[in-house]
């Protein structure tokens, strides 16, 4: 029966010629070679894989000399990737671990010449099933019934090889939440007791699991297990302390529910870009620390986008998000509360508004409005009548075209040195943002004669130094 679908899976182009062409390159070198892991697992289920990984009985060495054109990307490990046209192969040698006494890696790793011990090192039963050229299927875990099932399994004793390697935790919920798999109670208490070991884990590791469980299209199921198994609160406790936060009539849920409705809602109708996910899922970060009570009773958050924005900067910095993913993340925060409307906003208002939240950021904050709203649980339709009301005056006001940020200023810095006479320094930034200042207000005043004018006033009334 593998045989058939082995030959399906070639002819339709899924399994690509080189990664046939390895395999049987490695036979001819009298080695045995298999598809492995994550590529045998996506294939069974009709997804097509990220990678192709091929585990083989050669040493790294025989494999690296049966090929004209390796890389010995982690010849320590056992790895070696083929280029064969376009694409690249990794080969990796059967090898067996010895203890994890750290917790994350292994402290001896040897090769091995049997499959068996390879598959037996993975960590779950889906990810531990390999196949042949010749379509071979080797499952000595029960990785088939698995999947069919749709449950995850570990490879032996969870307890065991959560203590071997403690990302296999996250790594089960990420599974779970890509593969809408279920994961046994045993499995999750064993999680629970195995929690703390989380901590030894490099924070990068960490960071490439989180990325994948917020980009699944369950993220708020995954996030909901990382919390309820005690492994979110191993790095980011941040986000556990709106557990039982009750809200106000806005809200028909507490903080924590509100925010997986986010989540869900970002997922089900919104974007699909790790910045939304992350935006979505500590949006409201900084409600729990700025709860305070009004005189009726009303439960507030005064201030929270702000407190949120400074808490969510810290948390991604501590798992290392790269300073673009970071900046992005922490200006929806800052902002997201900004499409709630104001009646009484003037245009110089609206105007403001736009230079504050800038231009290029107005379409991802219209999907976090849409996606809290959503998870506020009780609002109908995806934006507010304010909202909209607010979106099409932005809209009127940018068809005016005046001036939202300093490049749309009629002068730039040359003119400012030039009329000021004064030299390159933060003192140009300085006047350029006070002409922006002044032409918010009235987009008349942006003219290269006015704002000329307006430099050499500025200059004489003592506002600018000059140069000497
Ligand atoms: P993806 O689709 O994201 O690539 P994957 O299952 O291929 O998922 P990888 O990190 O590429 O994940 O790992 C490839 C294979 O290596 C896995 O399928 C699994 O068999 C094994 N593996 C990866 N990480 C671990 C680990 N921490 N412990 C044990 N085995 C692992
Ligand atoms: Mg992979």
Same mark, same amino acid.
């Given at each position: 029966?593998?045989?058939?679908?082995?030959?399906?899976?070639?002819?339709?182009?899924?399994?690509?010629?080189?990664?046939?062409?390895?395999?049987?390159?490695?036979?001819?070198?009298?080695?045995?070679?298999?598809?492995?892991?994550?590529?045998?697992?996506?294939?069974?289920?009709?997804?097509?894989?990220?990678?192709?990984?091929?585990?083989?009985?050669?040493?790294?060495?025989?494999?690296?000399?049966?090929?004209?054109?390796?890389?010995?990307?982690?010849?320590?490990?056992?790895?070696?990737?083929?280029?064969?046209?376009?694409?690249?192969?990794?080969?990796?040698?059967?090898?067996?671990?010895?203890?994890?006494?750290?917790?994350?890696?292994?402290?001896?790793?040897?090769?091995?010449?049997?499959?068996?011990?390879?598959?037996?090192?993975?960590?779950?039963?889906?990810?531990?099933?390999?196949?042949?050229?010749?379509?071979?299927?080797?499952?000595?875990?029960?990785?088939?019934?698995?999947?069919?099932?749709?449950?995850?399994?570990?490879?032996?004793?969870?307890?065991?090889?959560?203590?071997?390697?403690?990302?296999?935790?996250?790594?089960?919920?990420?599974?779970?939440?890509?593969?809408?798999?279920? $994961?046994? !109670?045993?499995? @999750?208490?064993?999680?629970?007791?195995? +929690? /703390? =070991?989380?901590?030894?884990?490099? *924070?990068? #590791?960490?960071?490439?699991?989180?990325?994948?469980?917020?980009?699944?299209?369950?993220?708020?199921?995954?996030?909901?297990?990382?919390?309820?198994?005690?492994?979110?609160?191993?790095?980011?406790?941040?986000?556990?302390?709106?557990?039982?936060?009750?809200?106000?009539?806005?809200?028909?849920?507490? $903080?924590? !529910?509100?925010? @997986?409705?986010?989540?869900?809602?970002? +997922? /089900? =109708?919104?974007?699909?870009?790790? *910045?939304? #996910?992350?935006?979505?899922?500590?949006?409201?970060?900084?409600?729990?620390?700025?709860?305070?009570?009004?005189?009726?009773?009303?439960?507030?958050?005064?201030?929270?986008?702000?407190?949120?924005?400074?808490?969510?900067?810290?948390?991604?910095?501590?798992?290392?998000?790269?300073?673009?993913?970071?900046?992005?993340?922490?200006? @929806?925060?800052?902002?997201?509360?900004?499409?709630?409307?104001?009646?009484?906003?003037?245009?110089?208002?609206?105007?403001?508004?736009?230079?504050?939240?800038?231009?290029?950021?107005?379409?991802?904050?219209?999907?976090?409005?849409?996606?809290?709203?959503?998870?506020?649980?009780?609002?109908?339709?995806?934006?507010?009548?304010?909202?909209?009301?607010?979106?099409?005056?932005?809209?009127?006001?940018?068809?005016?075209?005046?001036?939202?940020?300093?490049?749309?200023?009629?002068?730039?810095?040359?003119?400012?040195?030039?009329?000021?006479?004064?030299?390159?320094?933060?003192?140009?930034?300085?006047?350029?943002?006070?002409?922006?200042?002044?032409?918010?207000?009235?987009?008349?005043?942006?003219?290269?004669?006015?704002?000329?004018?307006?430099?050499?006033?500025?200059?004489?009334?003592?506002?600018?130094?000059?140069?000497?």
């Amino acid at each position: 029966m593998w045989r058939q679908r082995w030959i399906r899976w070639f002819a339709a182009g899924v399994i690509p010629p080189a990664v046939l062409s390895v395999l049987r390159r490695i036979e001819k070198r009298g080695g045995e070679g298999f598809i492995v892991g994550g590529c045998m697992r996506d294939l069974m289920l009709d997804r097509s894989p990220d990678d192709w990984d091929v585990a083989s009985s050669l040493t790294p060495e025989e494999v690296r000399s049966s090929f004209s054109r390796p890389l010995p990307t982690g010849i320590e490990h056992g790895t070696v990737t083929v280029v064969q046209g376009d694409a690249h192969v990794e080969v990796t040698t059967f090898r067996t671990e010895g203890e994890y006494s750290d917790h994350r890696r292994p402290d001896w790793v040897t090769f091995s010449r049997r499959l068996e011990d390879d598959l037996g090192r993975r960590d779950f039963t889906i990810n531990a099933m390999a196949m042949d050229r010749r379509g071979m299927l080797h499952d000595p875990f029960g990785g088939l019934e698995d999947l069919a099932c749709g449950r995850i399994r570990t490879v032996g004793e969870a307890a065991e090889r959560f203590n071997e390697d403690a990302l296999r935790m996250v790594r089960a919920v990420r599974f779970a939440a890509q593969l809408h798999f279920a $994961v046994g !109670e045993d499995i @999750l208490l064993a999680i629970r007791d195995n +929690a /703390r =070991l989380l901590r030894q884990v490099s *924070v990068e #590791r960490i960071q490439y699991e989180l990325n994948r469980i917020l980009l699944s299209s369950q993220p708020a199921r995954g996030l909901r297990m990382l919390q309820q198994t005690e492994l979110l609160e191993q790095f980011w406790p941040e986000l556990v302390e709106g557990v039982g936060v009750e809200q106000n009539p806005h809200h028909a849920y507490t $903080v924590w !529910e509100h925010t @997986l409705g986010t989540l869900d809602a970002m +997922a /089900r =109708l919104c974007g699909s870009g790790l *910045v939304l #996910r992350l935006a979505a899922l500590l949006h409201d970060v900084g409600k729990p620390r700025c709860l305070s009570v009004d005189d009726e009773g009303q439960r507030r958050f005064f201030n929270h986008h702000v407190v949120g924005a400074a808490i969510a900067r810290r948390m991604l910095s501590r798992l290392r998000y790269d300073n673009q993913t970071i900046e992005r993340t922490t200006h @929806l925060i800052r902002h997201h509360m900004a499409l709630h409307h104001y009646p009484e906003m003037k245009d110089a208002a609206i105007r403001r508004l736009i230079n504050r939240v800038g231009l290029e950021h107005i379409d991802d904050l219209i999907q976090l409005r849409i996606a809290d709203r959503e998870g506020s649980g009780t609002k109908r339709g995806p934006l507010s009548r304010g909202t909209i009301r607010l979106l099409d005056r932005i809209a009127k006001v940018l068809e005016e075209d005046s001036a939202f940020s300093l490049r749309d200023l009629a002068v730039d810095g040359n003119d400012v040195m030039e009329v000021a006479g004064i030299d390159p320094g933060p003192e140009v930034g300085e006047i350029l943002e006070a002409l922006l200042d002044e032409v918010l207000e009235d987009p008349s005043l942006n003219t290269e004669p006015v704002l000329r004018q307006r430099i050499r006033d500025m200059v004489e009334s003592g506002d600018a130094e000059v140069r000497e």
